[in-house]
């Protein structure tokens, strides 16, 4: 399979502020009215960036670490309902090497995005069971049928719900001994309901919606990572570590976006009292830098990670997911410090800063949430610091 055979767009890293303008043009609208951003994901498309995850033996550009991370800075610079979309379909396909997809199923997708654009995503959290980064299992179930599964259950806040082409369904089988793995469900296939549930304060435009999933029939070999009932099923937090720092980016991106309407605000905001712009006061000047130096070290942090998994490093679990909560608190303080500096005028709709706070404010939601990712970075530093017996 070969890139000149799929035809898949060339990633334009290069394109990367182009993207960002287009998406920063049609951010507002969606936010505005909950709308789907079909427009915005085409644009993500012919630039080759929700491909350019795709693995150089199955025929893409193979991007690494850290050009994932600068799309999806950039992406969320520009809209995070799109980035996040968007991230969850270069995920998968980044990591198809090390959690590889049946082949004749992945050529399919493949195909799919050499035509247009191809959305993809985990179909995980329960109304019942919630996250299952706090442990768990799903009530969701995938029973045998004479050619494959059926699956059924109820998902919620499945990203980009009413645009994905495939769902990544966590099930639980219906077998003698139970198992527990990832359906692969075509989006047109019949059973799929998108309900829309999704009414947030930020990415409203994500269309995180819930799903239900009555008796939908699949292929037998339309699963991943089947496994027992046991330890082995439960999320890791701390194996998933770098994909969250990936994430992390898109906030970081919207932080910055912030960041430039504080600026813009304070280079044309002269009150006549002053005569000049505020951005000449000392007030100003010194949350500018509170401002970047938050910022520029979630930079640091974001991009050290990927640049040691570009090198080939191995980055500790604990490590990873502790830049990720640093990087959280940082970019949501920023935005919280630009939004206290403009007062009034940050908390219109008219001003973008309103809009980059209220979407900021979903970078800590992502599982693992806080506590449980510092829960998890304790256990793991404290039992290696146990003292050994004999």
């Keep these: 399979m070969t890139a000149a055979a799929l035809e898949l767009p060339e990633p334009a890293l290069d394109r990367l502020p182009e993207v960002t303008a287009a998406l920063a043009a049609t951010a507002p609208v969606h936010d505005r009215d909950g709308s789907f951003p079909h427009e915005a994901i085409r644009v993500v498309y012919e630039a080759g960036l929700l491909t350019a995850g795709v693995p150089r033996e199955f025929g893409g550009a193979g991007a690494g670490p850290t050009d994932l991370a600068r799309i999806l800075l950039a992406l969320g610079?520009?809209?995070?309902?799109?980035?996040?979309?968007?991230?969850?379909?270069?995920?998968?396909?980044a990591f198809q090497s090390r959690r590889p997809w049946p082949p004749e199923l992945y050529g399919r997708v493949l195909a799919e995005s050499a035509r247009r654009p191809t959305l993809l995503?985990?179909?995980?959290?329960?109304?019942?069971?919630?996250s299952p980064a706090r442990g768990g299992l799903p009530a969701t179930t995938a029973r045998r049928t004479a050619h494959g599964w059926a699956v059924s259950g109820r998902k919620r806040f499945v990203t980009g719900a009413e645009g994905l082409s495939w769902f990544l369904v966590w099930a639980t089988t219906d077998?003698?001994?139970?198992?527990?793995?990832t359906f692969v469900l075509p989006a047109d296939a019949p059973g799929i309901e998108v309900v829309r549930t999704w009414r947030q304060l930020g990415l409203?435009?994500?269309?995180?919606h819930d799903v239900v999933f009555t008796g939908v029939e699949i292929p037998?070999?339309?699963?991943?990572?089947?496994?027992?009932h046991g330890p082995k099923?439960?999320?890791?937090?701390?194996?998933?570590?770098?994909?969250?720092?990936?994430l992390s980016a898109v906030y970081l991106g919207v932080a910055r976006a912030a960041q430039d309407s504080v600026h813009r605000f304070a280079h044309t905001r002269v009150p006549a009292n002053l005569g000049r712009p505020v951005a000449s006061t000392e007030r100003f000047r010194q949350a500018a830098g509170e401002i970047?130096?938050?910022?520029?070290?979630?930079?640091q942090l974001v991009f050290g990670v990927t640049g040691r998994l570009d090198r080939g490093e191995a980055v500790p679990g604990p490590e990873a997911l502790a830049a990720k909560v640093?990087?959280?608190?940082?970019?949501?303080?920023?935005?919280?410090?630009?939004?206290?500096?403009?007062?009034?005028?940050?908390?219109?709709?008219?001003?973008?800063?309103e809009r980059h706070f209220r979407d900021i404010q979903s970078a800590g939601v992502h599982a693992p949430q806080e506590d449980t990712a510092l829960h998890a970075i304790g256990s793991a530093v404290l039992a290696a610091s146990a003292p050994r017996e004999g």
């Design 220 to 228: 037998e070999d339309h699963v991943l990572d089947l496994t027992e």
């Design 326 to 353: 640093v990087v959280v608190r940082h970019v949501t303080a920023a935005v919280e410090s630009g939004l206290r500096l403009l007062g009034n005028p940050g908390l219109s709709q008219d001003n973008p800063l």
């Design 233 to 246: 099923a439960q999320q890791d937090n701390l194996a998933a570590g770098s994909v969250h720092v990936l």
């Design 175 to 181: 077998e003698p001994v139970p198992r527990v793995g």
């Design 204 to 208: 409203r435009a994500s269309g995180s």
């Design 292 to 299: 970047e130096a938050l910022l520029s070290t979630a930079e």
């Design 121 to 130: 995503n985990n179909a995980r959290v329960e109304p019942e069971l919630g």
């Design 77 to 93: 610079r520009g809209d995070p309902s799109v980035a996040l979309i968007a991230a969850m379909t270069l995920l998968p396909h």
